[in-house]
């Protein structure tokens, strides 16, 4: 589905990754770590077109990026959610309306609208539906973000560092809403430091964990 070969990216004269192959497999669930400031976010901006590669090949759903228009690879962001470390939102919208708004942006809507009361229920966030953003608390902003990056019912997840901001009781919530994600068929990336996350998924599924050492990455053990 997302492929890097022998991909390096570096900027302003330096390289942060060097050679770095990886393969996101259809139902493939993936842990990414590393120190802070070892290229994990650009890693991940990476498999979805958001940085070009200084060299190598990157491969989206069979299409190599370099070779692909604007529009394709427009087309192919809209089978990848992305939970940004960030998670920013429009303030003037409530949450109901922040989650949707992929949809609004791409002309397209849910087949039902009760789809999206379900989405909301599903991440625990019924109460806060007509919430505006600077009222919800970190785990609720997390929960939202995660939401609006599988309205489109994406085939591939990014996570990055989903978890770093909230207290370990939401952290395994989110843990358990991407296991829940993995085990519809998605393929899952989280980026994070947290290796008791790590840890506390093994019990629910089988993940690769890779780590960016040394500006290349590695295959950090067997699956958990």
């Not at 939102?89 to 922040?98: G, K, P, S, T």
């Not at 393929?187 to 008791?196: E, F, G, Q, R, S």
């Amino acid at each position: 589905m997302i492929e890097l070969e022998q991909v390096s990216y570096g900027y302003g004269g330096s390289t942060l990754l060097s050679d770095i192959s990886m393969k996101l497999a259809p139902g493939s669930f993936h842990f990414l770590t590393g120190p802070s400031g070892a290229g994990k976010t650009t890693l991940i901006k990476l498999c979805y077109a958001e940085l070009t590669a200084t060299r190598g090949r990157v491969s989206l759903f069979d299409q190599d990026t370099q070779q692909m228009s604007r529009d394709d690879v427009a087309r192919a962001r809209r089978r990848i959610g992305v939970v940004h470390q960030d998670c920013q939102f429009l303030d003037h919208l409530n949450v109901a309306e922040n989650v949707s708004l992929p949809l609004t942006v791409s002309g397209r809507s849910l087949e039902h609208p009760s789809e999206l009361d379900d989405l909301l229920a599903w991440v625990g966030l019924t109460p806060q539906r007509d919430a505006k953003p600077p009222e919800l608390s970190g785990g609720e902003r997390q929960r939202a973000a995660l939401a609006r990056a599988v309205v489109m019912s994406p085939d591939v997840i990014l996570a990055d560092e989903p978890t770093g901001n909230v207290d370990w009781d939401m952290s395994l919530r989110l843990l358990r809403l991407l296991v829940e994600l993995n085990k519809m068929g998605k393929t899952v990336l989280i980026a994070t430091h947290d290796m008791n996350l790590i840890r506390s998924a093994k019990a629910q599924i089988q993940a690769r964990v890779l780590r960016i050492s040394n500006k290349q990455l590695h295959q950090a053990g067997a699956d958990l």
